[in-house]
């Protein structure tokens, strides 16, 4: 209640995430996709309201959530979320992409059911829109940059990794995501991450997803104030 009447260091502070997984049909009934639920995502935007942020969420396919407070905006497919985001990307203070965004999607999507009997020889892939390095993209150099946060889901050298993105999508910071490690990534209700700043800090941070979400943002909350460059 404090934060909802002006007290938390996120009031006036509008955060825009990306939640869940994407859904990359290849005919009505079928799709690519991954295991994410959006817990972390939906936890992050609650501790991010929870410290008085305005806070949207464009949420991939995650079945019923509790949408209390959050303004939601759902979305199936990559291209549907970097509409979404790149519409709003300006606006905001900060933006973090906590999604599970499919990679690749099928080139063509049948506009009827295949039927079993016509199964494909193979399935052409194509890549999706990359919704962070473009947005990352859509706001270099503009005078009131958001605060950039990525997530790396990686299951071998996962710090290695998670640097190479920081670096590549131009981020104030990435969380770096163990998949393989028990109680942390898919669906579970803990984590255990790895912060990385774009200022060289690293940060392990281990609980419950709301636990590591309010860890994640009291770490980051400096970058707010200091001039993004
Ligand atoms: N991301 C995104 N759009 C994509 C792919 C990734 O916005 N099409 C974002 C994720 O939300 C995450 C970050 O980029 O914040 C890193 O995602 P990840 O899948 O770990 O890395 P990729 O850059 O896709 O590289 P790879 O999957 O090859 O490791
Ligand atoms: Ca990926």
């Given amino acids: 209640a404090a934060a909802r009447l002006g007290g938390g260091p996120l009031t006036g502070r509008r955060v825009l995430l990306?939640?869940?997984?994407?859904?990359?049909?290849?005919?009505?009934?079928?799709?690519?996709?991954?295991?994410?639920?959006?817990?972390?995502?939906?936890?992050?935007?609650?501790?991010?309201?929870?410290?008085?942020?305005?806070?949207?969420?464009?949420?991939?396919?995650?079945?019923?959530?509790?949408?209390?407070?959050?303004?939601?905006?759902?979305?199936?497919?990559?291209?549907?979320?970097?509409?979404?985001?790149?519409?709003?990307?300006?606006?905001?203070?900060?933006?973090?992409?906590?999604?599970?965004?499919?990679?690749?999607?099928?080139?063509?999507?049948?506009?009827?059911?295949?039927?079993?009997?016509?199964?494909?020889?193979?399935?052409?892939?194509?890549?999706?829109?990359d919704v962070l390095a473009e947005a990352s993209r859509k706001v270099a150099g503009a005078p009131k940059r958001p605060v950039l946060v990525g997530f790396a889901a990686e299951t071998e050298r996962v710090l290695e990794h998670a640097q190479g993105k920081l670096e590549r999508k131009g981020l104030d910071a990435i969380v770096a995501n163990d998949v393989t490690v028990p109680g942390a990534g898919f669906g579970t209700d803990t984590n255990r991450v790895s912060v990385l700043t774009r200022t060289g800090l690293r940060q392990d941070l281990t609980g419950t997803k709301r636990e590591v979400a309010r860890g994640i943002l009291e770490l980051l909350l400096p970058l707010a104030s200091e001039p993004s460059g």
């Fill in 18 to 129: 990306t939640a869940g997984p994407t859904r990359e049909f290849l005919d009505p009934v079928r799709f690519i996709s991954n295991p994410s639920t959006g817990k972390m995502g939906l936890a992050l935007a609650e501790a991010a309201r929870a410290l008085g942020a305005q806070v949207t969420v464009v949420l991939g396919p995650v079945g019923a959530v509790d949408r209390n407070g959050l303004e939601v905006v759902d979305v199936v497919s990559a291209e549907d979320m970097a509409r979404e985001v790149l519409s709003r990307v300006e606006a905001v203070d900060w933006f973090i992409a906590s999604a599970a965004v499919s990679d690749w999607r099928p080139e063509k999507r049948a506009p009827q059911k295949v039927k079993k009997g016509e199964e494909p020889e193979s399935l052409r892939l194509v890549r999706t829109p």
